[in-house]
């Protein structure tokens, strides 16, 4: 027995530290970094872009990313940081893909001399970004359902896919807030408020990191503020502006959520390009905001430094600039931070410190992934039987997809009457790219692909109708973008024999100009692309009662259309089962309860602002333009009605201490003949503050489902920190003084309005404010920040 145990303790005793999981992380990363040479160092901050080989052999690297003179061989000689979207690239079978991956980590492993493997990241934005997986709508939708619990439930199924297909990272949510809706990448926000996408981005976060899987945060911070709506544009904003509507998401996400990576942004504000802002990257993400996780390049942002920024004169003097200020990873392949870094390091342009501190960075997030465990094997439980498309994640996706889609208008049009005779035209209205997003693998990937198939059941919305009415006419009228007018006869002549007609239009989804929508699809006014337009005015002309359905990437004007059509739904890309669920509205199989997470413009050129605007950007008698929306922030109709009590303050009186909280109620109550969901939305009005304040902004919010007949109390307990923003003196204050909340079913629809004065002294608060109140639906759950 002696020899035994003297035997065990020599076997522990030969354990490389940095295995040694009784150590801590830090421990252990600081155990490793000790013994790696520059070399192994400057393999662990890059990434490599691989695509999995359909024969299941191995990944095979893009060539045209490939360090020159460099093979596979020899990239992985001295370990590798990250592979970069395995799945991806191209289209392949699921179970191939997770062998094929398994097969290159093992000769990660193999070709380094402490074994370790490489740390796999993939898009997840509309869900897990492969060949036969869940598209899921996009998050516009997500924003549109003001429902975090469904977001959380479908982002942890997402990443229950993702881990087990061998990922370990997901370059997810994006938490750009929507200031102008020309910008192509708008289909990738959550909404135009800052609130609602900090709680439905934490909510994501949550449900990704709860499976394993790191969340990476993008893009910090600003890139939604680009001049004009342009794709990486400079941004121009004010501090307050940075601080109180782009940060906050950022904040919520990482103290809410527990997001483990941060990726930068293209962008550059006030002429420092996010990339190399040092300031940005570790005084305030890291120094104030605590974040301890890694920073990751945006795709090729690192070398952007040199060719588009031009603050950088080469490769070297891109990846010091990016390095020091905190960049910790380069993606997706090696560039900047291969021989050019090297070069930097020996010139002493950067320190060796500096590295250290990156290379450190990732081995403790390795390390807390259990890639460095001695047990740790890359082969998955059973990749023959991995579904990326499985019947829970569709019910989900199907049940998103319900909750987002917003009824706008309906002048008794809808529900479509039984057995009333339809007519089906437009572009979208046959279409299963019509559901998806540019990051839907679909459309960012498969349709570089034709000769594969789509990989997923998708439902259009004719395939819905007529799943719901039996059939029904259809026209396709015109294309997205196209000119072609020969089909608008064709269309006008079917929708003349019908009692209704349901014309769709919108987006084709794309990159870099090969949509309407989407990444590098930005847009020069806000009119339906191509001649959409002149499709519904022959529908009208037609004198048959016109139902507009919209699947979109942004808000379109419709001022031209809102008081001559029957009724108006909208559809953010609403995902696979994004047909069904706008057939079930137009039916009334279900009743809508999405709401608008960005307004709807009157007019196509003169509305690139979204709500949260001062007073001077309110419609006044010293301009001529009113940039009112024409169907505000947080709309949306059903087919039940609602009556709401007048909201009380809990133990009365209207004092709001500056350092409490205060708790308003209401009663709603179901006073139509069916099921249906309110949506109770509290919003913030200031009377007088030291600086300019939007005029009303949402501070909290709650779904309420109830049944015909039936109430519900709902309760609202509001910090007071909720009303803080950024003072003259830079800082973030609580400030005493007269405040209004409107309680309504939008920004303007104040159904309850409570009056109430801040008093006590003016505070100051910092990043460990209260980001989200507690709210209670009665009956119900308690929440922070929502309630179903």
């Known amino acids: 027995m002696t020899t035994d145990i003297s035997a065990e303790r020599t076997a522990e005793s030969q354990v490389p530290p940095w295995r040694d999981r009784t150590r801590t992380p830090a421990e252990r990363a600081d155990g490793l970094l000790a013994e ?184 910090f911070v600003g890139y939604s503020a680009s001049r004009a709506g342009r794709n990486l544009a400079p941004v121009s904003i004010g501090t307050r502006e940075f601080a109180d509507v782009l940060l906050p998401p950022f904040e919520a996400a990482l103290r809410l959520g527990g997001a483990r990576s941060v990726m930068h942004s293209y962008t550059d504000i006030d002429g420092v390009p996010s990339a190399a802002d040092t300031w940005l990257l570790t005084d305030l993400l890291r120094d104030t905001l605590g974040f301890e996780g890694t920073v990751v390049a945006d795709y090729f942002g690192v070398r952007f430094l040199e060719r588009l920024h031009r603050v950088a004169a080469d490769g070297s003097h891109a990846a010091a600039l990016a390095l020091t200020a905190g960049v910790d990873v380069e993606l997706p392949t090696i560039d900047a931070y291969g021989d050019p870094l090297a070069r930097a390091l020996a010139e002493g342009r950067v320190a060796e410190t500096i590295l250290d501190r990156a290379v ?50 309906n002048d008794d049009a809808l529900p479509l009457a039984p057995g009333a005779s339809i007519t089906v035209v437009g572009p979208l209205a046959d279409d299963p790219y019509s559901m998806l997003g540019c990051y839907s693998f679909p459309a960012h990937v498969g349709a570089q692909h034709p000769d594969h198939e789509i990989g997923i059941d998708i439902t259009t919305v004719r395939a819905g109708l007529e799943a719901e009415l039996g059939s029904v006419r259809y026209a396709r009228g015109c294309d997205v973008t196209d000119t072609d007018r020969a089909g608008l006869a064709e269309a006008a002549e079917a929708a003349h024999a019908a009692d209704a007609c349901v014309v769709v239009v919108g987006d084709r989804a794309g990159l870099f100009g090969r949509g309407t929508s989407g990444e590098g699809c930005d847009a020069a006014d806000l009119a339906l692309p191509g001649i959409q337009g002149e499709l519904i005015e022959e529908m009208l002309a037609t004198g048959t009662p016109v139902v507009l359905v919209l699947l979109t990437g942004r808000p379109y004007a419709l001022g031209h259309y809102a008081d001559r059509v029957a009724a108006i739904v909208q559809g953010f890309f609403p995902g696979q089962h994004g047909g069904r669920a706008i057939a079930e509205v137009l039916t009334g199989t279900i009743n809508p309860s999405g709401r608008l997470p960005v307004g709807i413009p009157r007019d196509r050129g003169g509305q690139p602002g979204t709500y949260l605007a001062a007073p001077l950007g309110q419609a006044s008698t010293v301009s001529n333009l009113d940039p009112s929306a024409l169907f505000p922030f947080g709309h949306g109709l059903t087919y039940t009605s609602f009556e709401w009590s007048e909201a009380t303050v809990a133990g009365g009186g209207t004092e709001w201490d500056t350092a409490g909280q205060v708790t308003v109620e209401l009663t709603v109550t179901n006073t139509g003949d069916r099921r249906g969901t309110e949506v109770v939305q509290v919003y913030l009005e200031d009377h007088v503050a030291q600086v300019t304040q939007p005029v009303r902004r949402l501070i909290a919010f709650a779904r309420v489902p109830l049944d015909a007949g039936a109430s519900a109390g709902v309760r609202f307990t509001l910090s007071a920190d909720l009303t803080s923003f950024t003072g003259l003196a830079g800082e973030r204050i609580v400030e005493p003084g007269q405040v209004s909340l409107h309680i309504g079913r939008s920004v303007t629809q104040t159904l309850a309005k409570v009056d109430l004065s801040l008093t006590g002294a003016l505070r100051t608060v910092g990043h460990d404010r209260e980001l989200a109140p507690v709210v209670v639906v009665d009956p119900g759950e308690t929440t922070a920040g929502v309630s179903s």
């Not at 994640?393 to 909750?403: D, F, G, K, N």
């Open 360 to 409: 450190r960075r990732v081995l403790i997030q390795k390390i807390e992934l259990g890639l460095l465990d001695a047990d740790y094997t890359p082969e998955q439980a059973d990749p023959e039987s991995l579904a990326l498309d499985p019947e829970p994640a569709r019910e989900v996706a199907l049940e998103m997809a319900r909750e987002s889609v917003v009824l706008v208008a």
């Open 36 to 219: 790696m040479t520059q070399a192994e160092k400057l393999g662990q901050i890059v990434g490599l872009w691989v695509g999995a080989d359909a024969s299941g052999a191995g990944v095979a690297p893009n060539q045209s990313d490939m360090p020159q003179g460099l093979e596979w061989e020899a990239v992985i000689a001295d370990g590798l940081g990250q592979l970069s979207r395995p799945y991806g690239t191209a289209p392949v079978e699921p179970a191939l893909g997770a062998r094929s991956l398994a097969h290159s980590q093992r000769e990660v492993m193999a070709a380094n001399r402490f074994g370790l493997p490489a740390q796999v990241h993939e898009e997840c934005l509309a869900g897990f970004a492969a060949w036969q997986a869940t598209a899921f709508p996009i998050p516009l939708s997500w924003g549109a359902s003001f429902n975090p619990e469904r977001v959380e439930q479908m982002a942890t199924l997402i990443g229950q896919s993702m881990r087990a297909a061998g990922v370990h990272q997901g370059l997810s949510p994006v938490l750009d807030v929507t200031r102008d809706y020309r910008w192509g990448r708008t289909e990738e926000t959550i909404s135009e408020d800052p609130f609602l996408v900090g709680m439905v981005g934490a909510a994501y976060v949550r449900g990704l990191e709860s499976t394993g899987i790191v969340a990476t945060l993008k893009h």
